[in-house]
Structure formats: structure tokens, C-alpha cells
């Protein structure tokens, strides 16, 4: 039963890393899913409160990073208000609209377009589109950096604490 708990534990880590690059996958929110299985699926699965509070916090941070690493990216590479919204939700459509590229395309073409309808300029357009595409790549790698940190911290709080 153990082996069957810790290959559920992994496939989730996996699935959450895949979240990256398919973003219709809450990939943070997944690491949840193998947390809680250790947990609850192991009777002495008793992670620290010192983990479960760091946990929060650092999912917390993920959440909220990835929406000021849009608009600020996008801002600072000229785009309006309206464009951080268009990335935004060129994102959330972009993951079922010719996945896993659509992430990226579907909000670059959304900010273009945007920028475009305020003001035509195309180099500034294509600028700030730019942005989009910016952000999600630098948010995607710090998400995947802080879960690599949570992850480790499960195993260091799991095998060797408990």
C-alpha cells in the first residue's frame, strides 16, 4: 500500500509541473494533492505545522506573483491597462485554443490586437506583446523554482523529520 501512496505522492508532483506548461492544471494547488496523501494515507504522516504554514505562504506567493508578473511586464514594456487584462485572459483561453503554444500565442496576439485598437502603432504593439510573452515564461520559471523548493521541503519534512 505504501508504494501505491508514494507513486500517487510522485504522479501528482509530476502533474503539477505539467500545470506549468498546461496552466488549465493548477499546478500549485496539485502539489496540494501529494501533500495531503502523505498526510492522510500514511498513519504516522504527520507533517510539521511549520511546513503546512510555509506551505500556505509560499502557495500564497506563487498565486499572487503570477498576476503582478503580468501586469507588470506587460507595463513595462508599454502596454495599458486593457493589454494586462488581454494577457491575462489570452492565458486562460490560450489553454484550450492549440495548447500548450496557445499559452503563449493566444495572449500575445490578444495584446497586440488590443494595443492596436488604442493606438496604431504597430512597434509599440509589438512591444508590449512582447511583455505578455515575458511574463509568462519568467513567471512559469519562478512558480517552477519555488515547487522545486516545496517539493524538496515535503521530502526533508517526510523522510528525514518524521
Known amino acids: 500500500m505504501a508504494i501505491i501512496l508514494w507513486l500517487c505522492i510522485i504522479a501528482a508532483f509530476v502533474l503539477a509541473f505539467i500545470g506549468l506548461i498546461k496552466p488549465v492544471i493548477p499546478s500549485v494547488l496539485v502539489l496540494w494533492v501529494g501533500f495531503l496523501i502523505y498526510q492522510f494515507g500514511f498513519h504516522n504522516g504527520n507533517l510539521s505545522w511549520v511546513f503546512y504554514v510555509s506551505m500556505i505562504l509560499l502557495t500564497l506567493?506563487?498565486?499572487?506573483?503570477d498576476f503582478i508578473m503580468?501586469?507588470?511586464?506587460v507595463n513595462k514594456f508599454g502596454g495599458s491597462k486593457a493589454s494586462e487584462y488581454a494577457a491575462l485572459g489570452g492565458v486562460i483561453v490560450g489553454c484550450f485554443v492549440f495548447p500548450p503554444f496557445?499559452?503563449?500565442i493566444i495572449p500575445f496576439v490578444a495584446v497586440?490586437?488590443?494595443e492596436m485598437i488604442q493606438e496604431p502603432n504597430f512597434t509599440k504593439a509589438l512591444k508590449a506583446s512582447f511583455g505578455s510573452v515575458v511574463a509568462f515564461l519568467a513567471s512559469t520559471v519562478a512558480q517552477a523554482f519555488i515547487m522545486v523548493i516545496m517539493i524538496i521541503w515535503f521530502f526533508i519534512d517526510?523522510?528525514?523529520?518524521?
Open 61 to 65: 506567493f506563487i498565486i499572487v506573483a
Open 70 to 73: 503580468n501586469q507588470y511586464f
Open 102 to 104: 496557445g499559452i503563449i
Open 112 to 114: 497586440l490586437i488590443v
Open 158 to 162: 517526510a523522510l528525514l523529520i518524521n
